[in-house]
Every structure is written in C-alpha cells, then in structure tokens.
C-alpha cells in the first residue's frame, strides 16, 4: 500500500496540508506520542499523533525532526475537540522536510487507519492465492461482502455439505462443531494454536472436499491473523489506558485522547468492569469480542478489565457480562474520562466483594454504599478467626453453660442499645438482661457504653453469622 493510497480512501476523509512523496509503500500504521519516537520506528511507517507529546515540552520541530530522521513515510495529526486545526508550527516543520502530512479528522478513530491499512495488506497477501483459486470463486465472493473467518467457514461447510469449525486458544472462533470432529492444524504466524475442525480425517475426503478445504484454509489463516493483528494493537493501546487510569499519572486530556483513538466517546458515558475468572487470558478475548465497538478490554495481573460504554444502566451491564461470561464480576458508576479511575476502584472492590461470596454473581457501585459490606471483600477464614478471638470466651461460656449470652448481645445490638425493647423480643426480665451484658464486658473486656467496642462487637457477630 502506497502513501497516496491511504489518503484516496474516501471514508477516511483524510487532509493533506503537506504532499511529499506520497508514492512511498507503507511498512505499517503506528500511533506514538513520546519523544525522540524515532528509536521505536524502522522507517516507511505512516505515524498517528494527537500532539500529546507537547504537554512534555516536545516542540513540533524536535518531533517532525526525529520523524524524518527514521525516514517514516507520512504522519498524520488527530484532532482532539476543542482543537479544530493542527498547529501551524506542526505544519510548517513538516514542510521545511518534505514530509507528508495530512489531518485526521474529529470522527475518525485512529484504529480505522490501522484497519484500512489492514485491510489493503490482506488483500495485497491475497493476490497471489486468488490466481490459484478460481475454481472456488464461492469463498472470495462471500468475503467481498462480509469479512470474517465465519464466512470462510460457512462458505467451506456448504461445500462440504456437513459442519466444520475453527478453534483457536482452546475456545470455538466460528462455526458448528461436528459431532466427531478431526482437527487439521491450520499453518500460519502465530498460527501454533489454530485448527480446522473437520467432520471426517482429510484423508477419507474425496478429491473435491480435499481440495476445498486445501484452498479454504489459508484464507482462514489469513482472517484470522488480520483480526490478531488488529486486536493486538488495540490491545496495546487499550493496556496503556488501563494503567494510565489506575495509577493517575497522566492528565485527563491524554486519557480522553486515547480513548478517542479506541473509538470510545471521552464524554461518556462510560464504566469500567472487572471480571475476577479463573482463565483471565480467555476471558479478556472473550470480553473484548463482546462489546465490539462499544469497549476495550485487556488482562491486569489475574483480573480482565475494561472501558465500556453504557447503553442502558450500570446494572444491565453487569448482568450482561455476568451472563456471558460468568465470574467475579464488578461495574463502576457511568461517567466520562475525567470520572474512570472512580469507576474503576469501585468496578474492582466490586469484584473482590463478590468474588468472596460461594456462589459467583455481579456487583455495580450502586451496591457499595454500605460501609458493612466491606466485610464481604475479606477473606473468610480470616474474619472467622478475628471474630472469634473476640467472642470466643462468650462462645465457650454459652457452650459450657447454657447460656444465652451470644443471642442476648445480639438482640441488644440489633435493638440500637434499647434495653427495654431488647428485653422483650428476648421474652426476659430487664434485669436479666443487664446481668447477662454485664457478664459479656467481663468476658470479652469490652464495654457496651463505648461506641468503637459496641461497633467491634456488633462487626464480629455479623461476620460471625457469615460464617
């Protein structure tokens, strides 16, 4: 793919200020915004920057340089609302070195250049296998409307006239699994965990089917390294975010560029999502296949995190998740970039508070306005003991003894320290009751007319009836 052919493509709506050599090939579409970006670079890439650099003190001119130094092909500036231009300065040192450079505009992500780009190289990979396959027009026809390893698949089982489907990281990526299916590895880069699930050995296949599925697979290879391919650099992109989010140490103008880049509205309104899973690589695929366009989502330490946009409620979100992928899952409050670290803390505790619980389920930040419930995100054994040690000899004197202390302490808790109101629904004396708190303070050296131990106690009887 040529420079002038990314900037003809017409749903871009790319503008040039600067036209150099724009019959250069590109090598490949790369988003950078640091300085001296150059080290990263091998020369005839097409640059992407929103001007994030300048918040550093990197002047135009010291970045275009390094640019031009590592001999890139074109760079093209973002537009992040409120800038509607891109800086002269920018422009002019872009000028003085015969660089191209084109404006990407407000509503175009900068993933779609890297799809175009994509795109235009699968197809450029495709040529040589097409004059090869004209005896099976069925499968490229299907792809010229619809891209997608499905539609391969599809195209390949109606040959076959029975079921096949392609599995890769251990999950099913598109179609039916035949009842007794034989795999078939597929061969590509990063291909080592890909096969073709067939209904019968390629061996027992006639000629026809075995060719089918022959010409059928490197076109499945090639799907599904163009999905890996642009999945990766998301990916990458969206790691950054996450940790830019969490740790606060860049300002929200980064973060609302970068979300930009995602395809994701800066403005919201968006929540953050942890899933909390035994198998935290599959599921973050997984996560990020379902919300599409609508999120990112990318592995942090053992959690699956993401940005989502919320269509309806916080609630349904998390139901959604919960249903498709089951887990641990936590949702922070909608809101907009400014608002995503919150969202995130609380999409976190969440998770934890939940992923305490015997039975799975999903927790929103709606539900996180109990102080109490921070004992639901400690670990069990641990507040059992802590309980206990506190409790303990009112435990051993009931046991011992027959007493009712415990459930007398707790009625006398329950009732906000109403001596009268806990006598009767105890059916005792109030006396009875003063005798037995009385035996309580002597037990566990705690005194019921302070407020802390009053908490303390009443905290180890609710983790206590946890337990």
């Not at 699956?304 to 992928?325: E, G, I, P, T, Y």
């Not at 927790?363 to 639901?376: K, R």
Request: proline share 5%.
């Amino acid at each position: 793919m040529l420079v002038e052919d990314l900037l003809d493509r017409p749903e871009l709506d790319l503008r040039v200020r600067v036209r150099g050599r724009v019959d250069r090939p590109i090598r490949w579409v790369h988003t950078i915004e640091i300085e001296s970006p150059g080290r990263f670079l091998r020369g005839g890439e097409v640059v992407l920057t929103a001007g994030v650099w300048r918040t550093a003190g990197i002047t135009a001119e010291a970045f275009v340089a390094d640019l031009v130094a590592a001999d890139v092909a074109a760079v093209g500036f973002g537009l992040v609302p409120p800038e509607t231009e891109v800086p002269e300065e920018f422009v002019a040192a872009a000028r003085d070195r015969g660089l191209t450079c084109f404006v990407v505009p407000v509503e175009v992500a900068f993933l779609q250049i890297v799809e175009a780009f994509v795109a235009t190289k699968r197809a450029e990979w495709e040529r040589p296998l097409r004059r090869h396959l004209a005896q099976h027009d069925a499968i490229v026809a299907a792809l010229r409307v619809q891209r997608g390893v499905g539609t391969v698949v599809r195209t390949l089982g109606a040959q076959l006239g029975e079921p096949v489907a392609v599995r890769a990281a251990g999950g099913v990526v598109a179609g039916e699994v035949p009842v007794s299916h034989h795999p078939l590895p597929l061969v590509g880069e990063g291909l080592a965990d890909a096969e073709l699930l067939l209904p019968r050995p390629v061996e027992e296949l006639d000629v026809e089917q075995q060719a089918a599925v022959v010409q059928a697979m490197p076109f499945i290879a090639l799907e599904i390294e163009r999905a890996r391919a642009v999945r990766a650099t998301e990916l990458r992109y969206a790691w950054e975010l996450f940790e830019w989010v969490h740790s606060a140490t860049v300002g929200v103008d980064t973060v609302r560029t970068r979300l930009h880049s995602l395809g994701l509205p800066p403005d919201g309104p968006l929540a953050a999502v942890v899933v909390r899973t035994a198998d935290p690589d599959a599921v973050a695929v997984r996560l990020g296949d379902l919300l599409g366009g609508d999120g990112v989502a990318a592995q942090r330490g053992g959690d699956v995190v993401a940005f989502a946009r919320v269509r309806d409620s916080a609630v349904d979100l998390a139901r959604w998740v919960h249903a498709s992928l089951g887990g641990a899952v936590g949702v922070g409050q909608p809101g907009t970039a400014a608002e995503l670290r919150v969202s995130l803390l609380q999409a976190a505790h969440a998770a934890e508070a939940v992923s305490s619980r015997p039975e799975r389920g999903w927790m929103t930040h709606e539900q996180l306005s109990s102080p109490a419930l921070l004992l639901s995100a400690q670990d069990p054994e641990l507040l059992a003991a802590t309980s206990r040690a506190l409790l303990g000899p009112v435990l051993d004197h009931d046991e011992r003894r027959g007493s009712d202390l415990l459930p007398s302490l707790a009625a006398y808790l329950d009732a906000g320290g109403r001596w009268q109101e806990a006598a009767r629904r105890l059916h005792v004396h109030i006396n009875t009751l003063r005798h037995r708190m009385s035996r309580v303070e002597e037990l566990t050296g705690r005194s019921l007319a302070s407020t802390a131990d009053r908490v303390d106690l009443y905290l180890a009887l609710r983790a206590l009836r946890q337990s």
